[in-house]
């Protein structure tokens, strides 16, 4: 065996001792499978010590939790964390598109937009600088042009506390923990309850509004309305076959569910797609990001930067061990809209 490769102490095989995919949220390789003996054999029945190593009841029993809380999951609920403010724009939301003619914000948002990659007293001082030659201006602060940004896009971050060491968050049937139930890390760290670590949700109910509130981005969103019919048209032309899958949209599992009704004109499709990021180059992951991909766009512009909508961040260090506790403010936020 090369210096260069392990053992897998499992099936006594060897593989490359390249780290694979730092972003996998796996802890280990695989278990053995365990054998189960059946009645007929001829040692007793069954090895309850065996099974009591393979079964980890604590964790199915949180899931279930998880999985209830998202059953009655609702706006006004203890889960929810959205703004008195976001939840009135969730139910009556604005009806008329950003005001393009009000020249101060469109100067504030050119400056804020060419500003991305500088620091935040950068766009003040071009602001200052700005307003000393024409006082009369009125350019948003770098503040409140952050909030209309946030308005216009409908990208609010809702904060919760989780463990420092990336374990578990404090959602859900957690919320009420104050240590973490996997290392034992206090969740405050003195007695103002200052949070020990926190992470972030970008709730996605605000972003698909904010997608609705233009034209030219409605019309885009239209796609899987019109091409749906298309496709059914198509099918009861050809006795009930597909001549050609080109996407997800001709997929048998989609169109039943067309045909049951569950997904209907007005519904929109989403795709959640978590993954590890390296956000420095010789680092493996510290960070895992979710994301989500609006099947209502066409296949060319779904997986486009600017139409992937971010869904929450995990930081580091360590790998999550209770992804559930993470994904639960997302999913539970898109249940309630539900
Ligand atoms: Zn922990």
């Given at each position: 065996m090369d210096s260069?490769?392990?053992?897998?102490?499992h099936n006594g095989t060897s593989m490359a001792g390249t780290p694979g995919d730092p972003?996998?949220?796996a802890d280990s390789p695989a278990p053995p499978p365990t054998p189960v003996r059946g009645p007929q054999s001829s040692e007793s029945a069954f090895n309850l010590e065996e099974l009591a190593e393979v079964v980890c009841l604590g964790d199915i029993k949180l899931a279930m939790d998880f999985i209830q809380a998202l059953r009655v999951a609702s706006l006004d609920d203890e889960h929810n964390r959205l703004s008195k403010d976001a939840v009135e724009c969730l139910q009556d939301p604005p009806t008329a598109p950003v005001?393009?003619?009000?020249?101060?914000?469109?100067?504030?948002l050119d400056l804020f937009l060419t500003h991305l990659k500088s620091s935040q007293e950068t766009y003040t001082l071009t602001r200052e600088a700005i307003l000393r030659r024409h006082p009369d201006d009125n350019i948003p602060s770098y503040?409140?042009?952050k909030r209309?940004?946030?308005?216009?896009?409908?990208?609010?971050?809702?904060?919760?506390?989780?463990?420092p060491n990336s374990c578990l968050a404090f959602t859900g049937p957690l919320a009420k923990d104050e240590a973490c139930r996997k290392c034992g890390h206090p969740r405050y760290i003195d007695e103002h309850q200052t949070p020990a670590q926190e992470f972030y949700t970008i709730p996605i109910g605000p972003q698909l509004q904010a997608l609705w509130a233009n034209a030219d981005s409605a019309h885009n969103l239209s796609y899987r309305r019109r091409k749906t019919h298309e496709i059914l048209r198509e099918k009861a032309c050809n006795g009930g076959t597909i001549p050609c899958f080109e996407d997800f949209l001709h997929?048998?599992?989609?169109?039943?569910?067309?045909?049951?009704g569950d997904i209907q004109d007005t519904d929109m499709v989403l795709m959640l797609s978590l993954d590890g990021a390296q956000?420095?180059?010789h680092k493996a992951s510290d960070c895992w990001i979710y994301i989500w991909v609006v099947f209502d766009h066409a296949p060319d512009a779904r997986y486009m930067k600017k139409h992937v909508l971010p869904g929450g961040f995990i930081p580091g260090p360590n790998k999550p061990k209770i992804i559930d506790s993470f994904l639960f403010v997302g999913l539970h936020h898109l249940a309630a809209l539900q």
């Open positions: 260069d490769e392990v053992e897998n102490p972003g996998c949220l005001d393009p003619s009000d020249r101060d914000f469109r100067l504030g503040d409140q042009m209309r940004i946030s308005e216009i896009t409908g990208v609010v971050p809702i904060v919760h506390h989780m463990c997929g048998n599992e989609y169109l039943k569910r067309v045909r049951t956000l420095y180059a």
